[in-house]
């Protein structure tokens, strides 16, 4: 049954290797290369929302054939406006990183 009160939020949506044909959501500025869930889980926190559940042996539908992973989180605006949160603090986190 599906859940209306939650959203999805998967890796490959940030993924600054894919194409958008292949599953990111957000525009190469917001993306990193290959973010892990750990890195996602921080900055979703970052933003100020709870995760329900998370899982990392799962595979992106439209990559069947690479491991990925996601978070759930409770819908409390659209998804664009939750992606935009989340990659804003995964892209500032990483480039602190490498600094």
Not at 8 to 20: E, P, Q, S
Not at 42 to 60: H, N, Q
Not at 69 to 75: C, M
Request: contains cysteine; proline residues 4%; positive net charge.
């Amino acid at each position: 049954m599906k859940d209306y009160e939650h959203v999805v939020i998967w890796l490959d949506y940030f993924n600054k290797n894919l194409k958008k044909s292949k599953g990111r959501r957000v525009g190469l500025e917001k993306c990193v290369f290959d973010p892990s869930l750990k890195e996602l889980t921080d900055a979703t926190k970052a933003s100020g929302l709870e995760i329900t559940e998370s899982d990392d042996k799962v595979r992106f539908p439209k990559r069947p054939f690479v491991r990925s992973g996601y978070v759930i989180v409770p819908k409390g605006s659209s998804k664009t406006k939750i992606l935009n949160k989340i990659s804003e603090k995964l892209v500032a986190k990483r480039s602190k990183q490498s600094k």
